[in-house]
Structure formats: structure tokens, C-alpha cells
RNA sequence: GCGCCCGUGGCGCAGUGGAUAGCGCGUUUGGUUGCGGACCAAAAGGUCGGAGGUUCGAGUCCUCCCGGGCGUACCA
């Protein structure tokens, strides 16, 4: 017996939802589509809201909502201002989502960016959608590659100083990190020439970790990207996690020694090999302290759902955590892992690359500089999680004159000027009679406007927010068409008022909408 | 080799198993003596990488093949 279902239809000549069901039903009711169709209408009671329900070959229910029901819509998206569009599927439940979470070993560069979008994105959609969400930064101050760069830099900043030092095997070659030695060696002169080697490498490891944090907490502002929570590697150590963790593993059986290591047993939970926790010399892996990281969200601070955001190179990693998560004793469905692919980036057709420990790299400041922080947004957003991408700064300056960022702020800021005009011609629109507006353009802006709402919910549980920037455009050629065919402010002043009304509720969802996508809503352009 | 992701008009992308596959850019043709022309209207342009299969129905699900990306460490 299938599940009974109702969907938007896909087009308006199929009214405001419909259902295929009847179709389903008649594999195992062994009757006609049709017949099937018209004997569920007649079950139906009849509702306020529901202006007509039809059958439509071959066993479509389609229905049509009422005018009036549509356009007292409008009076409550007034009132409900800023909070429309917020729903409650969440139910305050805690929700976090961790994304960007480079080590600071350097600046951020192109290819974090798309995380960063993302993660911030879907925080804005959660939180809408009722959920308590919280977003964190992980990163990295213990292991290989942080010494690595403590050496690295330690090196540099003796070089600073005029001292022949040679750079370490695989060291941090980047620029911005002579600059950095450059700016120790003048702001803390040579004390650390002073010190013992290790502890002047440590310590001015450490300031350097803290500087370059600082940094790219200001770049990240730059994409409008703030955090709710920094969370350290360091932390998990400090105060026993890693060590409840692992013992936690141990007593459920999912710990081997051999060859010398440590192994978590992921054979036993269906994985193709086992892998390494601690190494032979005596070290943790990376997946050691994930495992220890999760342990800390999940049973530490209880969330209720964990979304973590990775890029493609660390997807062989997330069915092993999964299934360390599972080890815990954590249902593996409340981790949610979003995978993007790569971007590519390119000027003018030839490939960047974007590696850190050869330097050449463009950063997120040259990016966002060079394309704008709304573009950016959009443009990676626009783009679905699972397709690779290729970001050509060339083109994304050469076209921004003709890109549907400005064709749907344009929108938002020809809405503000017609709010403006009114205005100044000192028309109160607050008592507007919103039944007046049984036009077809202006029903059927209405009806777009309806969508977001729908929108956040289909986001919240699909994790896929690449659906905001294409309702965006769609929601401003609406509103663009509706402008063209009918005249706001005109003589008729109670029309004046009711559609006054409906351009002002347009405006509220489409800055919504920019601002669930922390994009700018600008009253002029 | 194996695993994950992608292949949709010239280009860039949408498309919760459903009705005639959509949108932007580009191309062509029109449009305002009124609220922002950074706009609107219309047209051309598709055997949805290929071949089988499941289904009343497949761009969507399954199998195989082709092409591209990313993995496949006692790196992170």
C-alpha cells in the first residue's frame, strides 16, 4: 500500500498542488487511475482554502487554492515582517554545523571558500527552520603539520634576523609566511634567539598560530562569515576526551594492537580494513582525534544532529568516522556529512593552483577584492554540492554586469524605490485592501512568494541550499513581470494601497531570501 | 583495480519516479512621451554521454560501457 502524497505542481495549469497517487494506487487496487482519482475527490471534505479540486488524465488530483485565501497571504507576511519564511521543523533541537576548519597553517584560499558558504548557508536555513544551530571552526594546534609549520616558521623568522637557516623538507614555502617571520622579527625583536631552540620554536609557533587565526577570522568577515565557536585539537586533550574516547572504544571491543600501533577494528563493523589510531612511535592519527572530536559533540555537549562539510579529498575519510561514531554508541544518522566537490580556479582560462606549501596561492581577500563578497556567494551557491566547479575570476568580473546577482538586488532596490515614492507622496498603505488584488500577475507573485517558506523546509532536510539562489531569480522575474503589467502607484487609490501592500511583502521575502544567503539587500544600486 | 561525485540546448547550471525537460548568459526580433530599461515580451536552439533493464510512467532507480574530477597512507 503506497503512502498517500502531495507535491507543488510544475505548472500553474495544474493548480497549486497536486497528487499522482491515484496513479500509484491503481498497481495494487487493480482499478482505473482516473476512477480512482475521482472517488478520492469525492472523500474529500471541503476546506476554506481550496477553491477547486480536479481530476486530470491520466490519475493526476490537482488543486487550486482560493484567491482570497492567496491574498490574505499578503497581510500576513506584513505582519510576520523578518520571521517569515521561519517554520519549526527543527523544534529547537540542537543542531551544529562545523565547516571551513583549516589548520592555521596559512591564509584561507579559493578552495575554502565554497565550504565556508555553505556551512554558513545551511546555518542560516537551520536556524530558520527552527533548530538551535551553532556554528564551529575546528582546527588543528597538535600534530604533524602544526610542528611542521612552527619549524617553518621558526626558520623564516631566523632568516628575518639574518640567519643562514635552511627550510625544512616539505616546510610551508608560502610568502605569507616570510611576511609573517618579517613582522615577529620586528614586533618581538630577537628574544627567541635567546631561548632554548625547542622552546623558541614552540613558543613562537604558538604566536603565530594565534596570528594567523586572527587572520582568517577577518577574512571570513569579509564573506560576511562569523562563528559561533572556535574549537581546539588542543582542548581535546586538555581535559581527558581523547582518553574517554578511546577507552570508550576499548570497551566495546573495537580496539586491536599489532604491528606495533594502535588499530580501530572497522572489519568488525563492515568496513574493507581496519585503520591506525595511534602510531607505532606513539603519535595519534588524525583519525584518532576526529573520532576523540566527535565523542566531545555528541556525548560531551549532545548534539542532536552534527553536520560536518568537507571537500571531495576527504571523502574516503567519512565512512570509517561514521562508523567509529556508531562505535560509540551514537546512532551514525545524526552525523551528516555534506562532500563538495573541487573548485577549480581559474584566470582567463589557465588553471591556479591552489597549494599551500608551494605558496602560490590566491586567497579568499584577492577573491572576494577582486569579485565581491555578494557575487562569490551566489555564484557558489548557485551550484549544487556534488558538481565540480570551475571559477574563472576572468569571467565572474567580465559578466557581473549581467549576472542574476545584480538582476535580483536590481529587484529588491526598484521595490525599494517604489516604497520610497509612496512615501514621499505621503500614501499610508497600512489599511490596503488586499482582496483587490485578483489580477494574474499579482496572483501569481503572490504565489511565489508562498514557495520560501516550503523552500527552508525542503533545505533544512536536504541540506541542499543551491535551491535559494534559483528561487531568488525566480521570485525577481515575478516581481519584475508583475511590475511591467501593473502599475503600483496609480490614480485608483485603494488599488494603489492593496498592491503597495503586495510589493512590500515581495520586498521582505526577497531580502529574506538575500539574507539567508547573506547577500546585501540594497535599497538602491 | 576498487569506492564516491559529475556528464542535460553554443556556454554556465536547475530538475523531490509523473502531465509538453526548465532558468541565466549568448543569438535573433519586438517593447516605455507614467512608479528605476541593470527591465519586459517573443523566437530559434535538446534523440538528457551510450546500451540494456525495472515500472502504467525514467533526466531521475538497477546493471554494463565511455568521458571527467576526487579518494584509495602508521598525511590531514
Not at 129 to 139: C, L, M, N, T
Not at 374 to 399: G, I, T, V, Y
Request: aromatic content about 8%; charged content about 25%; glycine content about 8%.
Amino acid at each position: 500500500m503506497p503512502e498517500p502524497f502531495i507535491e507543488r505542481s510544475q505548472k500553474p495549469e495544474h493548480g497549486d498542488y497536486a497528487s499522482g497517487f491515484p496513479l500509484k494506487l491503481a498497481r495494487v487496487a487493480g482499478a482505473k487511475p482516473m476512477s480512482i482519482a475521482e472517488d478520492l475527490i469525492g472523500l474529500m471534505p471541503p476546506a476554506p482554502e481550496i477553491k477547486s479540486i480536479v481530476a486530470a488524465p491520466p490519475g493526476f488530483i490537482n488543486f487550486t487554492l482560493k484567491s482570497d485565501w492567496l491574498t490574505n497571504q499578503v497581510d500576513s507576511i506584513l505582519s510576520a515582517r523578518d520571521s517569515y519564511a521561519n517554520i519549526d521543523i527543527g523544534r529547537g533541537s540542537r543542531v551544529q554545523v562545523e565547516f571551513v576548519s583549516l589548520n592555521p597553517t596559512g591564509p584561507l584560499h579559493v578552495g575554502n571558500v565554497r565550504g565556508a558558504i555553505l556551512g554558513s548557508t545551511l546555518a542560516n536555513v537551520l536556524s530558520a527552520a527552527g533548530y538551535d544551530a551553532e556554528r564551529e571552526y575546528y582546527f588543528n594546534d597538535a600534530g604533524n603539520q602544526i610542528n611542521l609549520f612552527y619549524r617553518s616558521l621558526f626558520i623564516r623568522y631566523l632568516q628575518a634576523l639574518d640567519k643562514e637557516a635552511e627550510m625544512p623538507e616539505a616546510g610551508y614555502m608560502g610568502n605569507y609566511l616570510v611576511d609573517l617571520a618579517g613582522e615577529f622579527a620586528s614586533t618581538e625583536g630577537d628574544r627567541f634567539l635567546k631561548m632554548d631552540e625547542a622552546g623558541a620554536v614552540t613558543e613562537l609557533g604558538k604566536l603565530g598560530v594565534e596570528r594567523v587565526i586572527s587572520k582568517i577570522k577577518e577574512e571570513l568577515q569579509l564573506l560576511g562569515i562569523e562563528f559561533d565557536s572556535w574549537f581546539t585539537e588542543q582542548s581535546l586533550y586538555g581535559n581527558g576526551q581523547y582518553e574517554r574516547a578511546m577507552s570508550l572504544l576499548r570497551k566495546e571491543g573495537y580496539i586491536a594492537e599489532k604491528e606495533g600501533a594502535t588499530w580501530f577494528v572497522s572489519t568488525a563493523l563492515g568496513e574493507d580494513k581496519d585503520n591506525v589510531l595511534v602510531r607505532s612511535d606513539g603519535s595519534p592519527t588524525y583519525f584518532a582525534t576526529d573520532i576523540a572530536y566527535h565523542y566531545n559533540k555528541f556525548l560531551e555537549r549532545k548534539f542532536d544532529r552534527v553536520i560536518d562539510i568537507w571537500g571531495a579529498d576527504h571523502q574516503g575519510h567519512v565512512p570509517r568516522l561514521k562508523a567509529a561514531v556508531g562505535a560509540l554508541g551514537v546512532n551514525p544518522e545524526r552525523l551528516e556529512l555534506i562532500i563538495h566537490q573541487m573548485v577549480t580556479l581559474r584566470r582567463g582560462g589557465e588553471t591556479v593552483r591552489v597549494s599551500k606549501r608551494t605558496g602560490d596561492i590566491i586567497t579568499l581577500r584577492e577573491l572576494v577584492d577582486e569579485v565581491g563578497s555578494d557575487a562569490c556567494r551566489f555564484f557558489f551557491l548557485a551550484r549544487s554540492a556534488n558538481s565540480q566547479m570551475d571559477f574563472d575570476m576572468e569571467l565572474a568580473k567580465k559578466e557581473s554586469a549581467d549576472n542574476p546577482v545584480y538582476y535580483v538586488q536590481y529587484a529588491h532596490a526598484r521595490i525599494a524605490s517604489i516604497l520610497r515614492l509612496a512615501e514621499e507622496r505621503g500614501i499610508d498603505h497600512s489599511k490596503g485592501d488586499v482582496s483587490l488584488l485578483t489580477g494574474e500577475p499579482e496572483l501569481f507573485l503572490v504565489r511565489k512568494l508562498l514557495l520560501l517558506p516550503e523552500l527552508v523546509d525542503t533545505i533544512a532536510r536536504t541540506l541542499e541550499p543551491h535551491h535559494l539562489p534559483h528561487y531568488a531569480q525566480e521570485l525577481a522575474t515575478v516581481f519584475h513581470s508583475f511590475y511591467k503589467q501593473c502599475r503600483v502607484i496609480s490614480e485608483d487609490e485603494d488599488l494603489t494601497k492593496a498592491r503597495l501592500k503586495l510589493v512590500e511583502a515581495a520586498k521582505i521575502v526577497l531580502a529574506k531570501t538575500l539574507h539567508l544567503m547573506e547577500m546585501t539587500a540594497p535599497g538602491k544600486m
